[in-house]
């Protein structure tokens, strides 16, 4: 099983920016498909951005397309998610997740995730 650990949420102005962490053991670092996902409160988990074993390809809601850039670094074992230009709808609890592919977008592909940052984007 891999431990996944967020961090990096906080609370931001609209229009702000934040860069979140995601840090994994009990695997090959490199090994390891990638995503963000996220959940606003009263919703349904949603697909943000995932990233191939290398982190050349990188995936994109349409939400965040052009705001939010996602890369990993396989030396330090260690995923980011960059977020530009945040607006209130991106307040949401941000996790982390590795699965079969990061070609997938939906939670039911991934089989282990952290425990969430909170991210809040005040209007």
């Known amino acids: 099983q891999v431990q996944l650990v967020e961090s990096g949420g906080g609370l931001v102005p609209t229009g702000g920016s934040l860069r979140l962490s995601c840090e994994a053991s009990?695997?090959?670092?490199?090994?390891?498909?990638l995503a963000w996902f996220r959940q606003a409160a009263g919703k349904e988990r949603e697909y943000v951005a995932s990233i191939s074993l290398s982190g050349a390809i990188t995936f994109y809601s349409d939400s965040v397309k052009g705001r939010f850039t996602i890369s990993r670094d396989n030396h330090k074992n260690i995923m980011h998610l960059q977020m530009k230009n945040l607006k209130p709808g991106d307040t949401a609890v941000y996790y982390c997740?590795?699965?079969?592919?990061?070609?997938?977008?939906?939670?039911?592909?991934?089989?282990?995730w952290g425990q969430g940052t909170q991210v809040t984007v005040s209007s």
């Open positions: 997740a590795t699965g079969v592919s990061s070609y997938y977008r939906t939670p039911d592909k991934y089989e282990d």
């Open positions: 009990g695997r090959t670092f490199s090994g390891l498909p």
